[in-house]
């Protein structure tokens, strides 16, 4: 209660009594999709930053705020109020926002509960906030609009006292769904940037900061991210011109619209690099499986066939910090190597077991980041793709980082102690995580700097096992806003999401949907063992009914190539998952 006062106080200040203060830049919103509004809202003092010269954007708002902040935008509604005043039992009349909840209450705008409290410190659902701008100002859909599945993914999440508000406020303009404008999300907290926006929509003077892309609309095509792994492991798709045309061209046709290509893994890459070529003497992979890839360009290629049907390619770093231990670059940059406690290298992987050994190479190392950072700006300065996309490999095996590299620097950061024996000592799998972290930031300013469009994308393994295992703590990368798309390869089986996975997993898909586009990794199935299209056809349908903004299916080959059905029947199944052409959902695309 003390906390929730004293924050009541600040909020007071800097809501009701605008002009105490000049008009600072916020710093924390440079790269929020509501940045233009939440400006605009500032420097028309209706609302404020805090002292630090921060918004804090996903900060959730209070019943008390939100009438504050309503009071500063619509002072002509405050001049007209329609009902008598009320004191309500727990508002005092010290109570920092008791003349803006007085206000709002008088106006329209809110209204208490039967027990005849405001309840002012109870954080307010986005359905209420919109709801009460409804209210407030007087809106009713003109047009009778339906709200359908179509405009809303989860209509029946929408209670039916408000409907006919979110009626009105889709028809004006003024709901505002990000990323997902299919998601009104009506019982989530609304956060601080949701609400500007909710604001500058209703205000004359500032509609239209916010991108139409998020204002949902019935009359608009759903998006919907419909992406395929092509790999180079039990598939030739990537090795033959002609191959990967017809497969560019019959994805295109079943209206997928998304690949994700493989571009590095086994310690080379499959287009033609200088940053390899200048390292080892090796511009693309030398191996005789991949003999189809020498002289072409596989990704040029695939970009100008797949932009030609309208179809994002986002170049999958595979292999991320881990190479095999006897190729040529692992063997050159021993250097590079990072170790368990015990000394040894190796790094085993059922997943791995047929192949070649893999070592790891140090994440922290500058050397070893500049080298990613090199074969990701060759990617992003050479080609017009449409993101870049890692995986777990872009962290460490919890067992791993004990070299003296890394123990050196974790001693320079610990007064000389070092590292705890046990590898997965909650403070040195921190300390671990936050520099993967660090790199992660200077990769994507370094990306962004040079195409701004370009979206940093992932596909981890579900939370908390990518953090407990690979350091991966990819949910509070998504917080820090370093991914712009994530594709958990949760890979569930039957038609419902597996319930033996952890349920803290669910909730973290949930926050990340909510934030940024969340597609679901779906197995189509292994050379070994495909999966039918019926089990298909049922996990798209959950993927859907859960309101995620897509799926991934890994892999190409056995969407049809490799399946228990004909490939004719296969074909007609994705057709009837697929039924028309939809564009991807996105933060960065039009």
Known sequence: MRRAWILGLLIAVLTIAPSAFSQPKLTDIQNHWARSCVESLSQKSIIRGFPNNQFRPDDPVTRSQFAAMVV?????QMSAPTRAPIQFRDVPANFWAQDAIQKAYRSNFFSGFED?????????????ALTALANGLKLKPTNEIELTNKTFADLRDIPNYAKSAIAATTERKIAVNFPNVQRLNPNRTATRGE???????????????????YLPNPERQAREIRGVWLTNIDSDVLFDQSKLSNAVNELARLNFNTLYPTVWNWGYTLYPSQVMKRDVGLAIDPRPVAAGLQNRDMLKEMITEAHQKGMAVIPW????????????????HRDWWTQKRDGSTDYESAALDRVQIPVWFNPFKPEVQQFILNLVTEVVDNYDVDGIQFDDHFGLPVAFGYDDYTVNLYKQEHNGKAPPDNAKDPEWSRWRSDKLQAFLAKLFQTVKARKNKVLISLSPLDLPYAYENFLVDWDKWRQAGLIEEVIPQIYFQGQKFDDRINPNTWKTLRAARDHIPTAIGILSGLSSTPRPIDELQR?????????????S????????????EPIDQRKSGWQSIFKQKVQRVSLVNP
């Open 72 to 76: 500063n935008a619509f002072p002509d």
């Open 553 to 564: 299916f890994f892999f190409y080959e056995t969407l049809w190539n490799k399946s228990p």
């Open 317 to 332: 770093f595979e292999f991320g910090f881990m190479a095999p231990k006897d190729s040529e670059l692992a063997q050159k």
């Open 539 to 551: 996990q798209v349908k959950a993927v859907r009914d859960q309101g995620y903004a897509g799926m």
């Open 195 to 213: 609400i500007a926006a909710f604001l500058c929509q209703a205000r004359s003077d500032t509609k239209g900061l916010i991108s139409d892309r």
């Open 116 to 128: 005849g409290t405001f309840r002012p410190n109870l954080e307010i659902p986005r359905v209420q």
